[in-house]
């Protein structure tokens, strides 16, 4: 990785090596994920990125534009698509929609339901639906949303649209932890498929993937060649100029761990995950996420209303802030009814005695709290945030944009949302 700070990643004249290695990676990924095989070998194609971000808008524009060349060919109008997903999409899916003008259709979460509804999805696609998106872990409990069930849906409903699969976290967790959940190119809708490599890739910031099922669900229009040494590489990325490190520190990853390393490591994670579950239960916490590797290696909680505290979760956020851990409290996607949160991801570097610290100060945090009143806690978290959180010191939103209203998050809150 050092080696390469200096080599510019699109620049496949000058450094083959470093193009060659990306596309063992894809292959590599694309198999992960079961992409079919034809008479020449694997059909998937794909690319690095820099992170599932980048991955999304490039298959928010391919699924546009093979929508657009389809209705173009059967001479109907093409210049209102829209795109189905759930209310808990992670923020770059509303950016992809707005950068590329393609209208945002909502399936609602509810009190008790974080994750789509296989029917309510389907059931929202029309003509100029370009295609569903389905997460392989959301971002507010990790759970995994039922690819399956909306594939087979499209199937004997015989609707004519496509899945992809935003696998940002799952998809380096799923295949090793749950390799019989059926949630990837096993599925014959699902035509494409992102991953951060930055994520459960294991891999430095910032890298990500992106691998499609088989050339035609990649448009030919969107994809540049770049002629080096007589060959042609193939380039579909929004930026030209990156750095070739994070490509090759994903490639020494997976030759390094194998699926051997990779499926300890998963394993471990959701173990720990399992354990910060049940020790959270019995401090008398609700558990929203899933446990035993049915969803991602987090834990999401909130506090029982029976225990009917004078605080919230953003309170017992801000004294954990103040004992130094990040555990970011969100306010659920919308039509929950504001249903707050807690959550904890747990990572590589966070080991069981790491875990038994964090249950520790969670304990003490919360001794602290029962035993101050109202007026107290407020002026408490006031002084956290101003004196010990990064966001409660620096003013990097210029005024004109700060109490952004127009998205998801602007709208519901989420992290920290103080003052
Ligand atoms: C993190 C995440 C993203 C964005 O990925 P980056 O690699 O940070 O760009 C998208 N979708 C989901 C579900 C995520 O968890």
């Not at 035609?216 to 990156?242: C, M, R």
């Not at 290696?297 to 953003?314: G, T």
């Not at 945030?385 to 010191?393: L, M, Q, R």
Request: with cysteine; aromatic share 10%.
């Amino acid at each position: 990785m050092t080696e390469s700070f200096s080599k510019n990643f699109i620049d496949y004249e000058e450094y083959p090596q470093s193009a060659d290695i990306q596309n063992r990676c894809v292959s590599m990924i694309g198999r992960l994920f079961n992409a079919p095989v034809n008479e020449e070998g694997a059909a998937a194609v794909g690319t690095s990125t820099v992170g599932s971000s980048e991955a999304i808008m490039l298959a928010v524009l391919a699924m546009k534009k093979r929508w657009q060349n389809q209705r173009k060919d059967a001479g109907k109008p093409f210049d209102k698509p829209n795109i189905v997903m759930s209310s808990a999409v992670q923020v770059c899916w509303e950016k992809a929609a707005r950068y590329f003008e393609v209208e945002e259709k909502y399936v609602f979460c509810t009190p008790e339901r974080y994750i789509i509804d296989p029917v309510e999805t389907v059931e929202l696609v029309d003509e100029n639906t370009i295609g569903i998106c389905v997460i392989l872990g959301t971002t507010y409990t990790g759970e995994y949303e039922d690819a399956k069930a909306v594939n087979d849906l499209l199937i004997k409903k015989n609707i004519d649209t496509v899945i992809h699969i935003d696998a940002a976290s799952g998809g380096f967790v799923a295949p090793f932890v749950v390799p019989d959940l059926e949630w990837d190119f096993r599925l014959e809708k699902v035509v494409s498929i992102n991953t951060s490599g930055h994520k459960y890739g294991l891999v430095y910031p910032g890298v990500g993937w992106i691998v499609w099922r088989a050339p035609e669900y990649l448009p030919k229009e969107l994809v540049f060649n770049i002629n080096y040494l007589g060959a042609d590489q193939a380039s579909f990325t929004l930026n030209f100029s990156k750095g070739a490190s994070q490509v090759i520190g994903q490639y020494y990853q997976l030759i390094r761990l194998g699926k051997h390393g990779y499926r300890a490591i998963m394993t471990n994670l959701t173990r720990t995950a399992d354990y910060l579950s049940d020790s959270l239960e019995q401090l008398g916490f609700i558990i929203m996420s899933k446990k035993a590797g049915e969803g991602l290696p987090l834990v999401a909680f909130r506090f029982d209303p029976k225990s009917e505290k004078h605080y919230d979760e953003f309170a017992l956020a801000h004294q954990l802030r103040g004992r130094s851990w990040v555990v970011p409290a969100y306010t659920m996607a919308p039509h929950t009814k504001d249903l707050k949160m807690l959550r904890v991801v747990v990572r590589e570097d966070f080991s069981k005695s790491r875990c038994d610290q964090l249950l520790c100060d969670i304990k003490l945090c919360v001794q602290v709290l029962d035993e101050m009143d109202k007026e107290s806690i407020k002026k408490n978290q006031e002084y956290i945030h101003a004196h010990s959180t990064h966001s409660g010191k620096s003013r990097h939103n210029h005024p004109h944009y700060r109490k952004e209203g127009h998205s998801l998050q602007g709208k519901t809150g989420k992290t920290h949302a103080v003052c």
